[in-house]
């Protein structure tokens, strides 16, 4: 039991060691014994969606995890085929199902799989929840109902939910105007469940699509589904061969995204998040509260602030985003590891969504994605983003992240702090906007050292500082 437990958004753990049929039996069980001990007013009860990616077993674990379910009185909707995070969760609140469980591991290497927990209202389930289910783990006997049998018995049906979800995306952007836009896009699947989503969702328009790393691949290729620039190793070269408009990223899971310009040049989530905003008010009309992980750019906070915006900062990690989303008001909200939430749509990362709204965006302008990233900075400035994991002891965690509170750097490079923030790991805010932060993983032994500044160059001076703190904890 003591192999499972929930980091920011799941459990994972590595296949055959500690991710294995009988670990995903415990935590299926309290997943189960917690929904029946809290049913949701408005929800069907006995209604729960299963997905899976295309990991190693992944289909397999899936089928577990449904005729456990299925064992515990469950009746339960399992995709046919490996399938993107946010359709799960569209099919969820769709449903008006109790929950649902996704297989996947997201952007972790190939050795690892997960189960992501998903709440009723279609988003990752807050960390009461989970913390709830890790305290049912071992306190009931593993009921399950054999997968042919559960079939028969109509307590599992098999079948392609992704259709609601892609007619859900469409309505959510100005899709004939995509439609007639011409638009030459890419997409890196990165050997992910999205490969494909995007022929199917632009077929018939007159969008010309590149799908890049579409193959069924557990191994992905040998990269991570990390939609980060170290991966796109197919990717840059054919852009370079082949220019496009744009190349949009996803993960493994296709909950997050990254992308390139059209010349295979990369660009950072943060980036795109920025784009995304100004779109969002300037073309749309939009306004409401922006919603973002503390990691991601204060360039968002520069448009926030000239564009009149009320802005709200949360820890790491999507769960607490889709919290405020589900509050209402909210324009966007986002993180610094790609994932993006919509108005009018799930509380809920969508990478599939960020496509087409990253089309609509193209299909508006009618600029190329550098002239538009050039008004931003512009406009609100240079911002360089930079960072590194690096191993650090759990049992030196406590102890780091007190020095930091305590012991702040007088300044950032040349400029004096203004700020620290605490409430997720400790950041260090400087008088030129410039930022450091360092934070733990919330199950491994890593630390992420987080910085931005107006400088590359700048940015990595700020990674040694954050390096050279760690080094002070005996």
């Given amino acids: 039991m003591g192999a499972i437990k929930f980091g920011t958004d799941g459990w994972r753990a590595i296949i055959a060691e ?6 995903l039996d415990q935590v299926t069980q309290a997943t189960a014994d917690y929904w029946r001990a809290n049913p949701v007013a408005g929800t069907v009860a006995d209604k729960v969606v299963v997905g899976y990616d295309r990991r190693f077993l992944s289909e397999q674990f ?6 456990v379910l299925a064992g515990n009185g469950f009746t339960v909707t399992l995709t046919d085929r490996p399938t993107p995070t946010p359709s ?17 591991a997201s952007h972790n290497p190939p050795a690892f799989n997960g189960f992501k927990l998903k709440a009723w209202y279609g988003g990752s389930a807050e960390p009461v929840l989970c913390q709830a289910v890790e305290g049912l783990l071992g306190r009931s006997p593993v009921k399950s109902l054999a997968f042919a049998e559960a079939r028969k018995a109509r307590k599992i049906a098999v079948r392609d939910i992704r259709g609601a979800h892609f007619k859900a995306i469409k309505r959510l952007v100005n899709f004939p105007l995509i439609a007639q836009s011409k638009l030459k896009f890419a997409h890196d699947a990165l050997y992910g469940v999205g490969a494909g989503c995007f022929d199917e969702l632009l077929a018939g328009t007159t969008c010309q699509v590149t799908t890049i790393n579409a193959a069924h691949n557990p191994g992905f290729g040998g990269i991570n589904p990390e939609p980060i620039a170290r991966n796109y190793i197919n990717s840059i070269p054919l852009l370079q061969k082949h220019p496009h408009d744009i190349c949009l990223v996803t993960d493994g899971d296709a909950d997050r995204v990254g992308g390139l310009m059209g010349n295979g040049d990369p660009l950072t989530t943060h980036q795109i998040i920025c784009l995304l905003l100004q779109h969002y008010v300037k073309n749309r009309g939009m306004t409401g509260r922006v919603v973002k992980a503390l990691t991601t750019t204060s360039m968002v906070d520069k448009m926030c602030a000239q564009l009149g915006l009320e802005l709200v900062e949360t820890g790491v990690g999507f769960k607490y985003i889709a919290s405020e989303i589900i509050k209402g008001g909210v324009l966007l909200g986002f993180e610094e590891s790609g994932g993006i939430g919509f108005p009018g749509h799930i509380p809920e990362r969508d990478g599939i969504a960020a ?5 609509e965006l193209l299909a508006t302008e009618r600029r190329p ?9 512009r406009t609100y400035g240079p911002h360089r983003y930079a960072r590194i994991d690096t191993h650090f002891p759990l049992e030196k965690r406590a ?7 305590t012991n702040p750097p007088a300044r950032l490079l040349k400029s004096k702090l203004t700020g620290v923030k605490s409430f997720d790991g400790v950041k260090f805010i ?45």
Avoid: H
């Avoid at 500690?18 to 670990?23: E, I, M, P």
């Fill in 355 to 359: 496509g087409l709204v990253l089309l």
């Fill in 369 to 377: 994605l550098r002239k538009l990233l050039a008004d931003l900075e």
């Fill in 399 to 405: 102890a780091l992240m007190e020095y930091c509170r």
């Fill in 18 to 23: 500690d991710f294995t049929f009988a670990n």
């Fill in 88 to 104: 799960v969760s569209f099919e969820v609140r769709r449903q008006k199902a109790v929950g649902g469980v996704m297989l996947t």
């Fill in 430 to 474: 400087a008088a030129d906007d410039s930022w450091l932060m360092l934070r733990g993983s919330g199950t491994e032994p890593i630390l992420r050292i987080y910085a931005e500044a107006k400088s590359d160059a700048d940015a990595q001076a700020l990674l040694k500082l954050g390096v050279s703190i760690t080094r002070r904890i005996p």
């Fill in 62 to 67: 899936a089928q577990r995890v449904a005729e």
